[in-house]
């Protein structure tokens, strides 16, 4: 028996299917939705329409997946991202593609439908590879249209989260993308901004400035820097390895500000902006340095970007875990 997933983001059609018993990802299959060159996003109305497109061509991929793996699909319910983060006013017109897709499938096979949101996704995805943990933890999420740190506890519905900062201004994977486009990078730009600021040179001291504490997670002031520097001249490499540099400061931080004031042991770090290797490295070490005593996890690359495990896994615990 298997719990499918199912996740319609602003740049991601994704399906995932779980075993019901043990909560074994079986497959994964996703479709990134297209934006045109020199872009920097893609309408609501059009990311929908795109969704509608993809969902049933992914889910031919999922299905030959399971065939190729020997799995007979015996479906036994469905979980889906209906909103952005676990808010009554968070919305965002791409989640109706994959409510609606949930409850037509359900209907048809007459399955439950357990509905999270895009946020939980994120943290249930990232826990998946993790071990079980008892009590609250920070968690923080880095994509292009979410930047929070939050203080989250597991339910048997999902996540209770409390937003500690968010996104004042420009989320990160905005600044990562609005830069990388200035540089003649696709959009998104995430996975190319990391392979330029590889080019590097060791010594190179060109830096943006990080926010201030009491500014939170800024990042347009950043922005706006890296932008002048690029049209200034400075080399591509420099500046996107500047703003890997600013995002990993100032998400450590804010990590430092709530880890004292709450006494957190573990953090949590998923969103698309948290494959990126080097911020990684960057605020483990910072943070390895001045809170030795946290537990800080990454989700891992593939499932840190948008995926549609994390809604799988809470539909599954919430249909087959004793609570």
Not at 42 to 61: E, I, S
Not at 80 to 108: C, E, K, T
Request: one cysteine or more; charged letters at 20%.
């Amino acid at each position: 028996m298997l719990v499918l997933g199912i996740d319609t983001s602003n740049y991601t059609t994704s399906l995932s299917a779980v075993r019901a018993d043990t909560g074994e990802l079986v497959a994964d299959a996703r479709r990134g939705l297209p934006v045109r060159e020199g872009e920097r996003g893609l309408r609501q109305a059009d990311a929908l329409f795109f969704h509608v497109q993809h969902l049933p061509g992914v889910m031919d991929d999922l299905v030959a997946q399971l065939a190729a793996a020997g799995i007979g699909p015996a479906w036994a319910g469905v979980g889906v991202s209906v909103r952005p983060r676990p808010f009554a006013r968070s919305y965002m017109p791409v989640f109706r593609a994959g409510a609606s897709f949930a409850h037509a499938f359900a209907r048809a096979l007459g399955l439950p439908v357990v509905p999270c949101s895009h946020q939980e996704g994120h943290l249930a995805a990232a826990c998946h590879f993790l071990a079980p943990w008892d009590g609250p933890f920070l968690a923080l999420h880095l994509s292009g249209g979410t930047s929070d740190l939050v203080w989250a506890e597991r339910t048997r519905f999902g996540y209770r989260v409390t937003t500690l900062e968010e996104g004042a201004d420009l989320h990160a994977g905005q600044f990562v993308d609005r830069v990388g486009v200035a540089l003649g990078l696709p959009f998104p730009a995430g996975p190319s901004l990391e392979r330029l600021a590889q080019q590097a040179p060791p010594d190179s001291g060109f830096r943006v400035p990080s926010s201030r504490p009491s500014a939170g997670l800024s990042f347009s002031g950043p922005c706006a820097a890296a932008l002048r520097a690029v049209e200034a001249g400075v080399p591509g490499p420099e500046v996107a390895l500047a703003v890997q540099i600013c995002i990993a400061r100032t998400v450590a931080k804010a990590v430092l500000r709530w880890r004292d004031r709450l006494g957190a042991r573990r953090l949590v770090v998923a969103g698309g902006v948290a494959a990126n290797a080097d911020i990684q490295a960057r605020v483990r070490r910072q943070l390895a340095s001045e809170a030795p005593d946290l537990e800080v996890h990454f989700a891992p690359a593939r499932y840190a970007s948008d995926n549609a495990l994390g809604p799988a896994r809470i539909a599954r615990d919430y249909l087959f875990v004793a609570q």
